[in-house]
């Protein structure tokens, strides 16, 4: 018979020898339509493309299509999954981030960093602790606010309550920061939100 049962053929793949062991419904989906996709008969004619510019190998043995597959598979892009060119952008951008975050955390947290070292890591976080804490703007006296604004309207409302919490964020910095600078000069015991901070703000990261 030359007639290909391609709908045995993806049934087969699909629910038996693989999809038998899949157990997601979703996955399920997934591995139905891949099939649809490519098992048809555009793929003996040589119409099919498995991926731009990579169309289906001639009739070979295994090895032939080893060479094929190594010789003329594309680089991989992003235009291979179907996504636009700068997805790769991100990507690329996510993985530096995270590598040299990982190196940075890598690094000794002993007292000093080594013999050439000119500050510990507490005196760096303690440096960047105090000048938060000099920066840090004082809190809005919303007594005073409420009072000065004769007229309610949503613009002033918006205000107003953008301006309470404000305020709850900058009593938690200044708590907290406090918290950490007393933990430093021995006078509290480090919990595990200080050692939190403390790293947050070593490793220059929001906490």
């Known amino acids: 018979n030359a007639k290909v049962p391609w ?21 399920r989906k997934l ?3 891949y ?8 793929q003996i004619d040589g119409d099919l493309l498995f991926a731009p510019g990579f169309p289906t190998p001639p009739n ?6 080893h060479k094929y597959i190594d010789d003329n ?18 990507f690329l951008t996510i993985t530096s981030e995270k590598l040299f975050r990982t190196v940075l955390e890598m690094q000794p ?10 500050t510990s890591r507490e005196e760096k976080v303690k440096t960047i602790l105090d000048e938060i804490l000099e920066r840090l703007p004082e ?19 918006v205000a107003l309550q953008e301006c309470e919490r404000m305020n709850g964020l900058t009593q938690e910095i200044r708590r907290s920061l406090k918290e950490l600078d007393l933990g430093l000069k021995g006078e509290l015991t480090i919990t595990a939100d200080m050692e939190n901070l403390q790293n947050a703000l070593f490793f220059d990261k929001v906490p």
Not at 35 to 42: A, G, Q, V, Y
Not at 60 to 65: C, F, I, K, L
Not at 73 to 90: K, R, V
């Open 7 to 27: 709908t045995d053929l993806r049934y087969l793949f699909g629910e038996i020898m693989y999809g038998g062991h899949i157990t997601d419904d979703w996955d």
């Open 31 to 33: 591995c139905k339509t």
């Open 109 to 118: 947290r002993d007292s000093s960093s080594g013999a050439g070292a000119s």
């Open 35 to 42: 099939l649809e996709e490519f098992m048809k008969p555009e």
């Open 139 to 157: 809190q809005f006296n919303m007594v005073e606010l409420f009072a000065r604004a004769e007229e309610k309207t949503p613009y002033v409302l």
């Open 73 to 90: 598979l594309p680089p991989e892009s992003p235009t291979l999954y179907g996504l636009h060119p700068n997805a790769e952008i991100g």
């Open 60 to 65: 070979s043995d295994y090895v032939a299509y």
